[in-house]
């Protein structure tokens, strides 16, 4: 893959995102932001999906266990072609494909609705298990927020996993460092995620996740090992790409006005996909 090429996608996903939280008036841009990298990465080149056959039996599953950036996701998913650009315009308004937490009801392409946290790896996990009684070759991926590795229910997955030797799953924290009411490491208690799954019989690495090499070079070694499941810290920096949104927790539920609309286009150098 282009590195090149996928910098200035992620350039002008960033600036759709800011344009939608814009115009929907509503918030979690810094969440979006983060996690830009990792998804255009992933849609381009390393998942097994086709827009023309969205619900192909045999295609690799994603699931976006952080329903608050679901912005990113929605313009990953336009730009590839899923879905219509135009109607990005609709984000956040009453019966949108759109809304403010994805929903499978309203944009069936998903995989599976998402917003209350910690159960994206559990719906993946039983649904690669399922797959693979069903001799699938599909993979498994999903992107999780680090404040949601707080939750119990991921850790009871993680060892339901690491027991059934499901290999064809990855797990990626988006770990920004930024939750609702405070910083990660803080409430965490200064704990190491990457250690945490290697206790729970898992393989993988720490990286840069807005580094797109590292990501590529990342992926390219799934699964790390085999008969264990994958996983990718995956360290970022919210509301990365627009430096005065940078590891500002403010920019967690705040919307941008119109002045900081301008500047944070004008930053990213490129339109936003859907007004083009």
């Known amino acids: 893959m282009d590195v090149e090429m996928l910098k200035r996608k992620s350039a002008a996903i960033r600036a759709t995102c800011v344009q939608m939280a814009y115009d929907g008036r509503e918030g979690h841009l810094s969440s979006a932001l983060s996690c830009v990298d990792l998804l255009v990465t992933l849609y381009n080149g390393f998942l097994n999906v086709n827009p023309l056959e969205a619900k192909n039996p045999g295609r690799d599953r994603f699931y976006l266990s952080k329903g608050h950036g679901c912005t990113a996701l929605y313009a990953v998913l336009a730009e590839r072609g899923f879905v219509p650009r135009e109607q990005l315009l609709r984000y956040s308004q009453t019966d949108s494909p759109f809304p403010n937490h994805p929903c499978i009801h309203a944009l069936p392409v998903l995989e599976s609705s998402s917003g209350s946290l910690g ?3 559990g719906l ?153």
Request: net charge negative; hydrophobic share 40%; glycine share 10%.
């Open 124 to 276: 993946a996990t039983g649904a690669l298990y399922g797959l693979r009684l069903n001799n699938s070759s599909s993979r498994a991926v999903v992107l999780m927020s680090d404040g949601e590795c707080n939750e119990g229910s991921v850790w009871e997955s993680a060892m339901f996993a690491c027991a059934q030797k499901l290999d064809k799953l990855l797990a990626i924290v988006d770990y920004n460092g930024v939750q609702a009411v405070g910083r990660s490491d803080q409430i965490m208690g200064y704990t190491s995620i990457e250690q945490k799954f290697r206790s729970f019989g898992w393989a993988g690495c720490t990286i840069n996740g807005n580094s797109i090499p590292e990501i590529l070079e990342a992926l390219a070694r799934f699964p790390f090992e085999k008969g264990r499941p994958s996983f990718i810290v995956a360290k970022t920096v919210s509301g990365s790409g627009v430096r005065f949104m940078e590891d500002d927790q403010v920019w967690h539920y705040r919307c941008p006005s119109e002045d900081e609309l301008r500047r944070a286009i004008s930053e990213l150098g490129e339109k936003p996909i859907h007004l083009r």
């Open 119 to 121: 159960h994206g790896l």
